[in-house]
């Protein structure tokens, strides 16, 4: 069973960093394509970035482009993200998931993704 734990979240002002980790249990870590995902209340889960196998590939949602860099450490089984520049509408739970499946793509919807993590809380001040 594949387990993600996510890290790294907090209460900052606009403007400041944070960089989330994501832990994920086992031995196959690397075969799996990765995402960020968020959730702001009363809104649906939404893509934030994904990574490919190698971490060679990455895709942004246009939100956070430029501001926001998904990274990964196959050695250390773990998922990161840089947030930089944060504003007050980056406020969310941060979710990592990963795709398991073999395809090459990286998919940017919540169905193409069958793990999760519990989320971790990113609270954004203006």
């Known amino acids: 069973q594949v387990q993600l734990v996510e890290s790294g979240g907090g209460l900052v002002q606009a403007g400041d960093s944070l960089r989330l980790s994501c832990a994920v249990s086992g031995r196959t870590f690397s075969s799996y394509k990765m995402g960020w995902f968020r959730q702001a209340p009363g809104k649906e889960r939404e893509f934030v970035a994904g990574i490919s196998r190698s971490g060679v590939s990455t895709v942004y949602s246009d939100s956070v482009k430029g501001r926001f860099t998904i990274s990964r450490d196959n050695a250390k089984n773990t998922l990161y993200v840089q947030m930089n520049i944060l504003k007050p509408e980056d406020t969310a739970v941060y979710y990592c998931?990963?795709?398991?499946?073999?395809?090459?793509?990286?998919?940017?919807?919540?169905?193409?993704?069958?793990?999760w993590g519990q989320g971790t809380q990113v609270t954004v001040s203006s």
């Open positions: 998931a990963a795709d398991s499946t073999p395809l090459t793509t990286i998919r940017v919807t919540t169905g193409g993704y069958n793990y």
